[in-house]
């Protein structure tokens, strides 16, 4: 091993298959936090050690060590949960964690502010509803995400088992997992063989999204490899292949940038899963292990060029990629309300701002959906864009199941938040995430009241324009690709971007550094003014910025 490759390269090589001192670490009763070496290989099984900031300036002046917690992370190809797993994701959450069940935007859940005593029985109660987070964070394939919207089915079944077989090729072989966490016995001292992972796993994290066209609602090119499945005749014959997306940044440093994937070409069905396991081993193998801000697939590829991986991946799986074919996105929005699929079965698309599924004065999520759960009349599925759609109802419950969902005010909830709320994101961000610099969930609701008081006043309400907030130029609820961004760069203040199209095929560009709310306010006051009165008919609120505001 190079003595220039990072302190995580020897941690996961001298991990003992992700193992490390992991055991004596939870078993420490002096501290809720684990050692630093466990802390890195904790992610693989889909956990973080974090603290409560709220609480930091208090605890140190007390004297006292930070309010450690994990917060752990389902692994969910696809974002789907059956009724009866709900139900126990509902009780786990109300038994060992804040309560809070958090929509990720990349179609899964997190659960925070699990004390250390009780990492281990939460993991057991996983396990009995067959849920597990492994490899869910980590420098290894992570959650795998698919178009979510039912009416698309069949296809749409057909890609959510894409989804899972592409994240069991992709799952890690060790068993540490399970010794760790679910007390399994370990049978031999040998470490498990890893083909595809070997002893170093990835230079970093890899992510796969697979979108059916029309709908781009997980934001496929911001994937390490993103699949665009091909229809023809109403059947999926295969799927262009891209590569090289992914959105993190460092404020202040050039030579890292968020960046869309390019397009490899059209493989047929049988041969995708090949393609995307030697997409795989082409960044293990050349990926950067040295400097962990540029080894992302995106930073390989631009070192290498499109050409020279997509040559690699071609001679290592021996498929020849043909061109990409022609397809079409039309929304990355999720289709709000009743939905009915194929075979009859009805699906409601509920908004969750922010994805953050708790009981508030005004709408009970979590009582409703416990209650449609403990009568077996749904499956549930996440949305990369952080909301929950109550799935497969049958025709004779559906009554039911919209009672229920009125009597908590959910339906309520969704019909009446305004187009541009049910478009936004925000990441978690503070109190929990190490990395924030300024505020996103807990702030951007307060925001967007006053942003849809502007959209009123000019006319411009039933616009549906995406506004995405994030803590930190990280990306994680993907800023770069919204038409207005907002990337935090201290508490109260976030640069803006404008310009990317509505549907996530192009990215936006910087426009205005470190606005605090009034500056924030006065731009969007402005900018949709004059969109409000030059916008050609059916113009985006991104095309019209990169064309009036952006290109001078
Ligand atoms: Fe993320 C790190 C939350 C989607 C790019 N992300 C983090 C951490 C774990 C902070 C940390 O490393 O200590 C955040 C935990 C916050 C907390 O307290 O819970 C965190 N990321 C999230 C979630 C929960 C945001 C959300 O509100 O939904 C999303 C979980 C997704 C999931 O279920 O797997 C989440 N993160 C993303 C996305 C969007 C996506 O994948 O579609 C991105 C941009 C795409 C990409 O990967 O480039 C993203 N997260 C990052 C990065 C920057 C990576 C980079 O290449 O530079 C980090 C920092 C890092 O890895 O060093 C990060
Ligand atoms: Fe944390 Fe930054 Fe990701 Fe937001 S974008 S969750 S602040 S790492």
Redesign the pocket.
Known sequence: MSNKESATEKIKKNSKGLRGTMLESLADEHTGAIREDDQALVKFHGMYLQDDRDKRTERAEKKLDRLWSFMVRLRLPGGFVTGEQWEALHHIAGKYTTGVIKITTRQTIQLHGILKHNARPTHREFNLASLDSIAACGDVNRNVSASAHPDVSPLHSEVFDLANSLSDLLRPKTRAYYEIFIGEEKLTEKTEDDPLYQDRYLPRKFKIGIAIPPDNDVDVFTNDCALVAIIENNQIIGYNVAAGGGMGATHGNSATYPRLASMFGFVKKEDVEKVVYEIVTVQRDFGNREDRKFSRLKYTLDRLGVETYKQEVEKRSNVKFEEAKPYYFSSRTDRYGWAQNHEGKWFYTVFVEAGRLTDTDTVLFKTAFLEIAQARKADFRFTSNQNIIVSNVLKKDKKIVEDILRKYGVIQYTENASVIRKSSIA???LNT?S???AE?QRYLPSLMDKIETIVKNHHVEEEDISIRM????????RPYAAEIGFV?TALGHYNMHLGADAVGTRLNKLYKENLNEEEILNELDNLIGIYAKEKKSGESFGDFSLRKFLIT
Not at 470 to 477: D, F, I, K, L, M
């Open positions: 990441c978690v961000a995430c990395l924030a610099l996103a994030t803590g930190c130029p990280n990306g994680c609820a935090g």
